[in-house]
């Protein structure tokens, strides 16, 4: 099985939070502060910046994190720069009560292969939650899809899922979402999305039958009803199921 280089670049607190939080071993991480950017000397902070990326692996999976700010923007902007053209490049945006998918493509969106967002939707629909509590609540559910994602990927541990079915999926310039979830709630709206990946990974007494359900319901409410999905069973775990989807469509 072919190999690539991960690289998760976080681009302000935000970011950096979630970078510096994934546990997958192998990847790459780096953070980006935008208060040395905005230093008398930040020409050659950004310097600094073209000189590293433009040093990547061939074939490195860019993944740049980040809050949707214009600062933020600016930074994201030298890195693509100077990132060699074999790159492949995703973002992730976290974008507070706004859902991405509703508006217009946004033009730096071209950028990228695919930009997967984070409305904190999920961290945000209690009253009382506040907007820093919801940031730390998703950062960290953001760090552990990562590590996740990565490890399924590098180890082929769901069968069914592997790079060529990330790449038919990501190519092509999309916007998407990725969620690791302990339990679906089919009246979310999931129906807005076309196609996606679904991996399942269940405890060893979890009911075959109840991995199967949770594909067909995906199945029935994806627009386009393309699924690649993987089931595996760990034997460390008992009644528990772990989900995670990567969801996507064409602006």
Do not use: C
Not at 198 to 205: F, P, T
Request: charged letters at 25%; hydrophobic letters at 45%.
């Amino acid at each position: 099985m072919r190999s690539f280089t991960h690289l998760f670049v976080g681009i302000g607190g935000t970011g950096a939070r979630i970078v510096n939080s994934i546990t997958a071993d192998g990847i790459v991480k780096v953070t980006v502060n935008p208060a040395y950017y905005l230093l008398p000397n930040s020409e050659r902070y950004a310097e600094r910046l073209r000189d590293f990326f433009s040093r990547l692996p061939k074939n490195t999976f860019l993944w740049i994190v980040f809050e949707d700010k214009e600062i933020n923007h600016e930074l994201r902007e030298i890195i693509i720069d100077s990132a060699p053209g074999d790159t492949i490049r995703l973002a992730y945006v976290l974008t507070p009560r706004r859902e991405l998918i509703r508006g217009e493509k946004p033009p730096w969106a071209d950028d990228f292969e695919t930009v997967f967002y984070d409305s904190l939707w999920d961290f945000l629909s209690d009253d009382n939650a506040s907007l820093q509590d919801a940031f730390q609540n998703a950062s960290a559910n953001i760090a552990e899809m990562f590590s996740r994602l990565y490890y399924y990927l590098e180890t082929q541990m769901l069968v069914n899922i592997d790079y060529a079915d990330l790449f038919n999926m990501i190519k092509g310039g999309n916007v998407g979402i990725l969620r690791l979830l302990r339990e679906v709630d089919f009246n979310w709206h999931w129906g807005v999305w076309e196609r996606g990946l679904i991996g399942i990974l269940v405890g060893k007494e979890f009911p075959l039958k109840g991995a199967h359900s949770i594909l067909r319901n995906f199945q029935e409410i994806l627009s386009e009803k393309d699924i690649i999905w993987g089931v595996i069973t760990d034997e460390t775990l008992e009644k528990d199921v772990e989900i995670l989807s990567l969801l996507v469509k064409k602006w």
